[in-house]
T-cell receptor
Framework: GENVEQHPSTLSVQEGDSAVIKCTYS??????FPWYKQELGKRPQLIID?????GEKKDQRIAVTLNKTAKHFSLHITETQPEDSAVYFC???????????FGKGTHLIIQP | DAGVIQSPRHEVTEMGQEVTLRCKPI?????LFWYRQTMMRGLELLIY????????DSGMPEDRFSAKMPNASFSTLKIQPSEPRDSAVYFC????????????FGQGTRLTVV
């Protein structure tokens, strides 16, 4: 089955700086790569996703890049703000009847 | 739409008791997923259904765990007998199609087995 590795497990950045979270996946058939944000005590919520036919996608301060050859994808947050503090999960889903496989999460801390 | 609805939100039970968690997916979604979240293991996929049929239950940790989806609007996850190590937050999620689509999560059920 699919295996998703996520790094780092904790990331602390100064407010206004950029944050980058990286993930690798094992199943070359995977074709959907979402990123979820989970605030303390709440459910994971989708913030951005990318499909395998696209190399990059951007939504305001958030961008995701995908390298299918290397089987890795990354989340980039620019101009970080205190409300960006949360746990971020990457995930991958293969073709056919597959569930999402999640990385272990990155605890992002925005320092004032 | 109210989103994915789970009940109860919190459950405290004694070891050995049966626990049933419930989920109502978003209307029209044909895929349903059960996840377990712990600090140590993160978000683990336990089982998922497509059109009410279990597709992959390889994530179910033991025979004590079972899941059903009798119709398109309801699913249960049952633990019998429960053990302290089952303590976790259990999320249900649904998706409109199996591949290439966002999974919407419910609020989760925080289970504590004492």
């Amino acid at each position: 089955g699919e295996n998703v590795e996520q790094h780092p497990s904790t990331l602390s950045v100064q407010e206004g700086d950029s944050a980058v979270i990286k993930c690798t996946y094992s199943d070359s058939a995977s074709n959907y790569f979402p990123w979820y944000k989970q605030e303390l005590g709440k459910r994971p919520q989708l913030i951005i996703d990318i499909r395998s036919n696209v190399g990059e996608k951007k939504d305001q301060r958030i961008a995701v890049t995908l390298n299918k050859t290397a089987k890795h994808f990354s989340l980039h947050i620019t101009e970080t703000q205190p409300e960006d503090s949360a746990v971020y999960f990457c995930a991958a889903r293969g073709g056919g009847a597959d569930g999402l496989t999640f990385g272990k999460g990155t605890h992002l801390i925005i320092q004032p | 739409d109210a989103g994915v609805i789970q009940s109860p939100r919190h459950e405290v039970t004694e070891m050995g008791q049966e626990v049933t968690l419930r989920c109502k997916p978003i209307s029209g979604h044909n895929s349903l997923f059960w996840y377990r979240q712990t600090m140590m293991r993160g978000l683990e996929l336990l089982i998922y259904f497509n059109n009410n049929v279990p597709i992959d239950d390889s994530g179910m940790p033991e025979d004590r765990f079972s899941a059903k989806m009798p119709n398109a609007s309801f699913s249960t996850l049952k633990i019998q007998p429960s053990e302290p190590r089952d303590s976790a937050v259990y999320f249900c999620a649904s998706s409109p199609t199996v591949g290439g689509s966002e999974a919407f999560f419910g609020q989760g059920t925080r289970l504590t087995v004492v």
